[in-house]
């Protein structure tokens, strides 16, 4: 790729609505065969910015036509009666993937409660189980916000085999799995986190850039390799109070080749993902029943 001024945008709404539109049919093709798609998503305590999670996850569900469950309980729901619920979805045959919203009030141990959700429906994917299939290779469910990323990659036809990918932040929902899944497509992968002693070293060299931080400008342009693809995973709110990611998106625009915005960039793609894990659940259980 030779150097560019104006970096082409890779559009996380338009790829989400294609990959929804796709979900769909497959959802319409089960449903043909006796078997509809479910996703339950569990929400203890009222978390404002939870409760807009949850609403958009069900939302989404309901318009690609999958049918979702949201079990809303009081912050004072105990731990014993949070995995008395999730085991009881575990044993729901309706129900193919199932969603604690994280953060869950601090009397209950977060870990215990993914850990008790069954692997095979795991669609957040945040069990040990699929955190360990993702590292030696083998199916299970991929994180919902990397695997968005790599279908970001995908959709513009780039070729990880040799490149050498930089993803800054070593979350275990963002940042390993992202450097497990480049790594899977034979990337070089290099890893920075808060104790990186010289960021902008490391990412001048990288034709891939994945910032994962949550703190604005920790990309800017003098640290981007001319044509290189910025994937920009962060979340934050800029002095006007407007959504921004973690990439100086003005300044990294006139020097990569590639870009995703924020708004609309990776998060869209976030609850596709657990559409597409959701509906990869329900087809492995249609295959285990034989119906298909
Ligand atoms: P996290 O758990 O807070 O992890 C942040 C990572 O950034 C840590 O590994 C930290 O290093 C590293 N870091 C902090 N300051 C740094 C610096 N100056 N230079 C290099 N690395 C630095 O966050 P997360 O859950 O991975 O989320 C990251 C961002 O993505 C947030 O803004 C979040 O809101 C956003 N997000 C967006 C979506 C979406 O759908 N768009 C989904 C998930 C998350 P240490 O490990 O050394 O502390």
Known sequence: ???????????????????????????????????????????????????????????????????????????????????????????????????????????????????????????????????????????????????????????????????????????NIVGKPMAMMLLQKSATVTMCHSATSDLKAMTLQADVIVAAVGKRNVLTADMVKPGAVVIDVGMNRNDEGKLCGDVDYAGVSQVAGYITPVPGGVGPMTITMLLVNTMESAERDAAARGLV
């Open 1 to 171: 790729m030779t150097a560019s001024t104006t970096a082409q945008i890779i559009d996380g709404n338009a790829l989400a609505a294609q990959l929804r539109a796709d979900v769909a049919r497959r959802t319409d093709a089960l449903k043909a065969r006796g078997l509809t798609p479910g996703l339950a998503v569990v929400l203890v305590g009222d978390n404002p910015a939870s409760q807009v999670y949850v609403r958009n996850k069900v939302k989404a569900c309901s318009d690609a036509g999958l049918h979702s469950v949201l079990e809303k309980y009081d912050a004072s729901m105990t731990e014993a009666e949070l995995l008395a619920r999730v085991e009881a979805l575990n044993n729901d045959p309706s129900i193919h993937g199932i969603l604690v919203q994280l953060p869950l009030p601090a009397h209950i141990d977060a870990n215990k409660v993914i850990e008790s959700i069954a692997p095979t429906k795991d669609v957040d994917g945040f069990h040990i189980a699929s955190a360990g299939a993702l590292m030696v290779g083998q199916p299970g469910f991929w994180p919902c916000t990397p695997y968005g990323c790599m279908k970001m990659l995908e959709s513009i036809g780039y070729d990880l085999r040799g490149k050498h990918a930089v993803v800054i932040g070593r979350s």
